[in-house]
């Protein structure tokens, strides 16, 4: 990834000196309704080529349509992140996020209205509080800790392709459509805590079971996590890098160009 970024770079400054050359600063609108803030901006290298740098940001807080997102991690999850979401509750998180993504864009024709092809890479930070349901053993009783807040710190990089269609409207106003943009690549951290009253009491054979049902239910890999129960906290912990795929959904991006 670290390579495709210097390409993108070399790229841009090996055609920056080119006549003719517009700028445009672009904001999607689209990230109102799930509270991201994106500002995108774009450097023409050719009238077919561009290069683009997109920088996003959403503040922690609950995100719209969990219920939905909550169906669909208890559905995809395992595959897509290696964590089974059976027992999370998507629908009560607060999630938030920031990151960076580096584009070259090609045009296809010269008309005002007029599709693209996007090779981008994406670096995010997540940063979220996720309720869960744990199971734990105390005093010789099985317990059941509803809802247990988990504060996940995940990291990823990754790369892919979009796709979308560009609407001019004079010189300097224009819109970017961007329908689809999935992208895989790695998470390089993802660690998450669980802070609970009831750790400080527990024996180490108690502290042994709890690991083993966090294990359990959320179907970690060895392969992938280490987990470990002490007398503050419980934590999950990647000690190599995670398979990971994400989606760069509908985009209304309003641009102005200079």
Same mark, same amino acid.
């Given at each position: 990834m670290r390579k495709l970024l210097f390409?993108?770079? &070399? /790229?841009?400054?090996?055609?920056?000196?080119?006549?003719?050359?517009?700028n445009s &600063?672009? /904001?999607?609108?689209?990230?109102?309704?799930?509270?991201?803030?994106? $500002?995108?901006? #774009? +450097?023409?290298?050719?009238?077919?080529?561009? !290069?683009?740098?997109?920088?996003?940001?959403?503040?922690?807080?609950?995100?719209?349509?969990g219920t939905q997102f909550d169906k669909l991690a208890k559905k995809h999850s395992l595959g897509l992140?290696? $964590?089974? !979401? =059976?027992?999370?509750? $998507?629908?009560?998180?607060?999630?938030?996020?920031?990151?960076?993504?580096?584009e070259i864009r090609r045009y296809f024709g010269y008309k005002?209205? +007029?599709? !693209?092809?996007?090779?981008f890479g994406q670096f995010e930070d997540f940063d979220a509080n996720i309720p869960a349901s744990l199971e734990a053993r105390y005093d010789?009783?099985?317990y059941t800790l509803d809802k247990v807040p988990i504060n996940f710190d995940i990291r990823t990089i990754s790369g892919g392709l979009l796709v979308g269609k560009q609407f001019r409207f004079g010189e300097r106003l224009s819109l970017?459509? %961007?329908?689809?943009?999935?992208?895989?690549?790695?998470? +390089?951290? $993802?660690y998450a805590a669980v802070e609970t009253s009831i750790l400080s009491r527990l024996n180490e054979g108690d502290r042994l079971f &709890? +690991?083993?049902?966090?294990? #359990?239910?959320?179907?970690?890999?060895? =392969?992938?996590?280490? %987990?470990?129960?002490?007398?503050e906290k419980a934590e999950i912990n990647a000690f190599k890098k995670v398979p990971y795929l994400g989606i760069r959904g509908v985009g209304l991006n309003v641009g102005f160009s200079f």
């Open positions: 390409f993108f770079c &070399l /790229v841009s400054f090996g055609l920056s000196a080119q006549d003719g050359l517009k &600063l672009k /904001v999607n609108a689209a990230g109102a309704l799930t509270g991201i803030i994106s $500002v995108q901006y #774009e +450097r023409m290298l050719t009238p077919n080529w561009s !290069f683009n740098s997109t920088f996003f940001y959403r503040k922690k807080s609950q995100i719209p349509l992140t290696g $964590v089974d !979401f =059976e027992y999370i509750f $998507v629908d009560l998180a607060q999630i938030g996020v920031k990151g960076y993504s580096p005002d209205n +007029r599709w !693209f092809v996007g090779l010789g009783q099985i970017d459509l %961007v329908i689809i943009g999935p992208h895989f690549g790695k998470a +390089r951290k $993802v &709890l +690991r083993d049902k966090i294990i #359990e239910r959320f179907r970690l890999s060895d =392969e992938y996590f280490d %987990v470990t129960v002490g007398d």
